[in-house]
């Protein structure tokens, strides 16, 4: 099983959780983070790390965001993402996005 990055890291794209992991399975785009479902080993590292509360793993992913299932696989798969595997500075976007979000 792997862990799934949904809505709520677009247009933020805190990268906390690529530290913590231990395979380097996340990859980017200019609006978000995704899991590679191959790479990804399970540890759950990731998820207390994300400040935004936007990973889930595979069959714990709420009802309204399992869409990001295969969008991870499509975005991290496809070549078009580049692997990330250092802290980033995040979006301009993120804190009022953390802030909207409750966070």
């Not at 496809?78 to 995040?90: H, L, V």
Request: charged letters at 25%; glycine letters at 6%; one cysteine or more.
């Amino acid at each position: 099983m792997t862990h799934i990055v949904t809505g709520n890291c677009e247009d933020c794209k805190f990268t906390d959780c690529v530290e913590t992991c231990p395979v380097d399975c996340f990859y980017m785009d200019d609006r978000m983070l995704y899991i590679h479902p191959d790479e990804c080993i399970d540890c759950g590292a990731c998820v207390p790390a994300c400040p935004v509360e936007a990973i889930f793993p595979g069959d714990s992913v709420p009802e309204d965001q399992t869409q990001w299932t295969d969008i991870n696989a499509e975005k991290s798969t496809g070549g078009e993402c580049e692997n990330i595997t250092a802290k980033q500075d995040p979006l301009p976007s993120a804190e009022e996005k953390k802030t909207n979000l409750g966070y």
